[in-house]
């Protein structure tokens, strides 16, 4: 069976950018990811749902909001044959229909600024690399849809009040406005391409060829956007500004082979400074006109 992809929804002219999710057989979470993108103060974008071959609670679960969603919403399947999260990753790319394209993943609720915030500071030549806060399990579990909607999900004392201790709660969700700016301006965190809050132009992500579908779990998301650095595609620190909330899970997907091997291929495209995955969205070589693309320097935020 091949990738399937149902709609629902039409795009309006103009729509600013497609938020792309990925997500495997998490159906209580994603939906309370929806709910957060349904609660956004943005509606210009469509959400384009990259399913890494789940069963039927998740696409039920998608048709039961999608009918009624704010925006469109786009589902991308393929059958389950193990961790393929850059495959299913590079058919919704395909799938979306807008210049810009978010990446966050189906735990992760988003602040109901995130979308507004990634269109608002979106810049030619540039990717936007975000933040997130990691809840505990309980926590987690409390968060309903009302706590969403109200945005109560992503207030440091509703979740001191609900399990978080002060030091889990992300000093990311405690500013605001300049003060968030003047963070991310002193930050000294990498502006990486992390996988649950990043943002770039389908022209760039379409001239690093996508994402590596050789890559299991474990980094496949930072060696896509070091291929964007290599073509001269630098991050812009937004971790303070463009906020998700991360829902607790198991990773039983995550084994040291698959880690070891992806830190090969990582090794490897710094050391050649590769921009192009030959096992990408075109399977092959690069063409000739985006061989010997010259490389700048690395990300500085």
């Not at 039409?10 to 994603?30: E, F, H, I, K, M």
């Not at 620190?237 to 906020?243: E, F």
Request: charged share 25%.
């Amino acid at each position: 069976m091949s990738t399937t992809i149902r709609r629902w929804g039409t795009l309006a002219p103009r729509t600013q950018l497609s938020v792309v999710l990925s997500t495997y057989n998490q159906p209580a979470w994603l939906q309370k990811t929806l709910l957060g993108y349904a609660a956004q103060t943005a509606g210009s974008f469509e959400v384009v749902i990259a399913d890494d071959g789940s069963d039927a609670r998740t696409s039920e679960a998608i048709e039961r909001m999608a009918s009624a969603f704010p925006v469109p919403v786009v589902h991308v399947w393929h059958p389950d044959q193990g961790f393929r999260k850059s495959a299913i990753l590079n058919r919704a790319i395909e799938a979306a229909r807008t210049d810009y394209l978010v990446f966050s993943d189906g735990d992760c609720i988003p602040r109901a600024d995130f979308v507004a915030t990634h269109a608002a500071l979106r810049r030619p030549g540039r990717f936007l690399s975000g933040g997130y806060c990691k809840l505990p399990m309980t926590t987690s579990q409390q968060v309903d849809a009302e706590d969403i909607v109200q945005g109560r999900f992503a207030d440091p004392t509703w979740l001191r009040h609900h399990g978080c201790t002060d030091a889990a709660i992300s000093r990311k969700l405690r500013v605001h406005g300049l003060r968030a700016r003047v963070w991310d301006q002193l930050s000294t965190a990498r502006a990486s391409w992390n996988g649950h809050n990043a943002s770039g132009w389908r022209s760039d992500i379409l001239a690093v060829n996508g994402f590596d579908e050789r890559m299991g779990y474990g980094g496949q998301d930072r060696e896509f956007g070091e291929r964007l650095v290599n073509r001269g595609i630098r991050g812009i620190r937004i971790r303070h500004r463009a906020i998700v909330v991360h829902l607790d899970h198991p990773r039983g997907y995550a084994t040291a082979e698959s880690i070891a091997h992806n830190r090969a291929i990582r090794a490897e495209t710094r050391r050649s400074r590769s921009t192009w995955a030959a096992s990408g969205l075109r399977p092959g070589p690069a063409p000739a006109l985006e061989t010997g693309t010259p490389v700048l320097e690395s990300a500085a935020g």
